[in-house]
C-alpha cells in the first residue's frame, strides 16, 4: 500500500475505523498519523495518535487488549481508513467488545461478543480480584471446582433440552457457555482459538 494516496487533515490525520476481522463487529474509531500508519503496516500491530496526549498509542499496550492487522483498507475518498483487526481481549477501555454498544431508544440485540465480553471480565477478576464475586470464587477454587460446574451444567442442559420449557433451556444453557468461558480463561485458551476452530468447519464438517 503506498500511504502517499491517504488524505490526511490539516491535522496531519486520517480517522480510521477498527473492524473483528472474524465476526466483522464494528469495534471502535480512532485517529492515525504518517507515522502511526507505517507503524502499523511495518508491525501489523494496530498504533494510534492520540490527539488529547498528542502522542502516539499502540492499542493494548497497558491493557493487553491488542489488535493485529489483518486487513487495510482506504474509501473511495482516500481519507478515511478501514482496520480489519485480529481483537485480543475487548476494544472499549470499559470492558465491552465494541465501543458502539450503545443505541439509541431501542434494545441492543446481543450477539456471540457477549462471550468475549464475559472472557474479559474474568481476565479482570484475575488481575483485580473483587469479593462477593462468582466468577472470582471459581478462580479461587481452581480448575477442578469450575470442570465440576461444566459437567453439572452439561446435564441441567440435557434434562432442560427434554422439558417443554424453552426459558429454563436457554437458562441452563447460559450457565454452561459462561462456565465453558471460565475454564477456557482457566487453560489460558482464547475464545478466537474456538471461533476460528468453528469458521474453519463452516462448510466442512458442519455444513
Known amino acids: 500500500?503506498?500511504?502517499?494516496?491517504?488524505?490526511?487533515?490539516?491535522?496531519?490525520?486520517?480517522?480510521?475505523?477498527i473492524q473483528d476481522a472474524s465476526t466483522k463487529d464494528v469495534l471502535m474509531l480512532a485517529?492515525?498519523?504518517?507515522?502511526?500508519?507505517?507503524?502499523?503496516?511495518?508491525?501489523?500491530e494496530v498504533t494510534f495518535y492520540s490527539r488529547s496526549r498528542k502522542a502516539l498509542w499502540k492499542k493494548g499496550e497497558t491493557s493487553g487488549h491488542t489488535q493485529t492487522l489483518k486487513s487495510l483498507r482506504y474509501d473511495?475518498?482516500?481519507?478515511?481508513?478501514?482496520?480489519?483487526?485480529?481483537?485480543?481481549?475487548?476494544?472499549?477501555?470499559?470492558?465491552?467488545?465494541?465501543?458502539f454498544h450503545r443505541a439509541f431508544g431501542e434494545e441492543i440485540q446481543a450477539?456471540?461478543?457477549?462471550?468475549?465480553?464475559?472472557?474479559?471480565?474474568?481476565?479482570?477478576?484475575?488481575e483485580h480480584p473483587m469479593e462477593g464475586s462468582y466468577t472470582q470464587y471459581l478462580l479461587t477454587e481452581g480448575l477442578n471446582k469450575t470442570l465440576k460446574k461444566v459437567g453439572e451444567e452439561s446435564a441441567e442442559v440435557i434434562i432442560a433440552a427434554k422439558e417443554e420449557?424453552?426459558?429454563n433451556l436457554i437458562n441452563e444453557v447460559s450457565d454452561?457457555?459462561?462456565?465453558?468461558?471460565?475454564?477456557?480463561?482457566?487453560?489460558?485458551?482464547?475464545?478466537?482459538?474456538?471461533?476460528?476452530?468453528?469458521?474453519?468447519r463452516q462448510g466442512k464438517t458442519h455444513d
Open 31 to 44: 485517529y492515525m498519523n504518517k507515522e502511526s500508519l507505517e507503524i502499523t503496516l511495518n508491525t501489523q
Open 1 to 17: 500500500m503506498n500511504i502517499d494516496v491517504i488524505k490526511f487533515n490539516d491535522d496531519g490525520l486520517v480517522p480510521a475505523i
Open 165 to 167: 420449557n424453552e426459558e
Open 76 to 99: 473511495c475518498d482516500e481519507d478515511t481508513l478501514l482496520l480489519l483487526v485480529e481483537q485480543k481481549g475487548v476494544a472499549c477501555h470499559t470492558l465491552q467488545k465494541s465501543c
Open 176 to 200: 454452561l457457555f459462561y462456565h465453558m468461558t471460565v475454564m477456557l480463561y482457566q487453560k489460558e485458551i482464547a475464545l478466537d482459538a474456538v471461533y476460528n476452530q468453528l469458521k474453519n
Open 111 to 126: 450477539s456471540a461478543s457477549v462471550l468475549d465480553e464475559i472472557y474479559a471480565t474474568v481476565k479482570d477478576r484475575a
